[in-house]
């Protein structure tokens, strides 16, 4: 969508959702993360997950990303005085409610960008002749403006951020290789150990089978005997089974 307003000149209004995302990091949350991921192609992920520390920094830069790209575009309007006042609102609102000092700190830096751009465009358009119906007067106007300090802080903002980004995951991944590695050779540890524990078993069940075959044996003589013995006096007996 941020990219359609600019794309299109026209203004859509995306303050409320950016500002939605937003509010779900003004509450610091400190659980610890096997790994950071990027959140710009991702649908879903588990419910464990959405309450660390790396999943919150995932939504709060990508809605800082998205907040700062949306007022850099308005700042090459003529209306960017009225326009940013409910993002300056908004922002401060949550600078407020929020308790982690690093996100506070970006946003000052939207606050002051936006205010100095705000100052510089009311100046500038104070001096003008046409009225506010008077549209290709505006555009005219709007074209002659020079690169503003929105956007060329966004821009210098976004080349570092993606650096970053870039560095981190590659990190991540490489963590996360050895992390398998660390797996892998624990289930093999964990399978030699079990292997070890059913030899010792079978070992010991084979040392305590002779002792009871001998036994069933030794009993199998002594009734064979009986018998034997019992049909030698030349009576016929019956003999009971056990």
Same mark, same amino acid.
């Given at each position: 969508?941020?990219?359609?307003?600019?794309?299109?000149?026209?203004?859509?209004?995306? &303050?409320?959702?950016?500002?939605?995302?937003?509010?779900?990091?003004?509450?610091?949350?400190?659980?610890? /993360?096997?790994?950071? *991921?990027?959140?710009?192609?991702?649908?879903?992920?588990?419910?464990?997950?959405?309450?660390?520390?790396?999943?919150?920094?995932? %939504?709060?830069?990508?809605?800082?990303?998205?907040?700062?790209?949306?007022?850099?575009? &308005?700042?090459?309007?003529?209306?960017?005085?009225?326009?940013?006042?409910?993002?300056? %609102?908004?922002?401060?609102?949550?600078?407020?409610?929020? !308790? !982690?000092?690093?996100?506070?700190?970006?946003?000052?830096? *939207?606050?002051?960008?936006?205010?100095?751009?705000? =100052?510089?465009?009311?100046?500038? =358009?104070?001096?003008?002749?046409?009225?506010? =119906?008077?549209?290709?007067?505006?555009?005219?106007?709007?074209?002659? &403006?020079?690169?503003? /300090?929105?956007?060329?802080?966004?821009?210098?903002?976004?080349?570092?951020? =993606?650096?970053?980004?870039?560095? !981190?995951?590659?990190?991540? /991944?490489?963590?996360?290789?050895?992390? $398998?590695?660390?797996?892998?050779?624990?289930?093999?540890? !964990?399978? $030699?150990?079990?292997? &070890?524990?059913?030899?010792? $078993?079978?070992?010991?069940?084979?040392?305590?089978?002779?002792?009871?075959?001998?036994?069933?044996?030794?009993?199998?003589?002594?009734?064979k005997e009986m018998k034997v013995k019992k049909r030698g006096d030349g009576k016929e007996t019956t003999v009971k089974k056990n």
């Amino acid at each position: 969508a941020v990219v359609s307003t600019q794309s299109t000149g026209n203004h859509i209004p995306l &303050l409320h959702p950016l500002l939605a995302c937003l509010n779900f990091c003004a509450t610091q949350n400190k659980a610890p /993360a096997s790994k950071p *991921i990027d959140l710009t192609c991702v649908l879903k992920v588990t419910k464990g997950y959405k309450k660390t520390k790396a999943y919150q920094d995932g %939504v709060f830069d990508l809605s800082f990303e998205l907040i700062l790209n949306y007022v850099s575009q &308005l700042s090459q309007s003529i209306a960017f005085p009225e326009a940013s006042f409910p993002v300056c %609102v908004w922002l401060r609102k949550f600078n407020k409610s929020c !308790n !982690n000092s690093k996100y506070t700190s970006q946003i000052k830096q *939207i606050l002051e960008k936006t205010e100095a751009v705000s =100052r510089d465009i009311t100046d500038r =358009r104070s001096g003008v002749s046409f009225s506010p =119906r008077d549209l290709e007067e505006a555009k005219k106007w709007e074209d002659a &403006l020079p690169e503003s /300090a929105l956007t060329k802080f966004f821009n210098s903002w976004l080349k570092v951020h =993606r650096s970053v980004l870039a560095a !981190n995951q590659a990190a991540a /991944a490489e963590n996360g290789e050895d992390e $398998e590695d660390k797996e892998e050779r624990e289930e093999e540890e !964990n399978e $030699e150990s079990s292997g &070890l524990e059913s030899a010792e $078993e079978e070992a010991a069940k084979t040392e305590e089978e002779p002792p009871k075959k001998k036994k069933k044996s030794v009993e199998k003589k002594e009734k064979k005997e009986m018998k034997v013995k019992k049909r030698g006096d030349g009576k016929e007996t019956t003999v009971k089974k056990n």
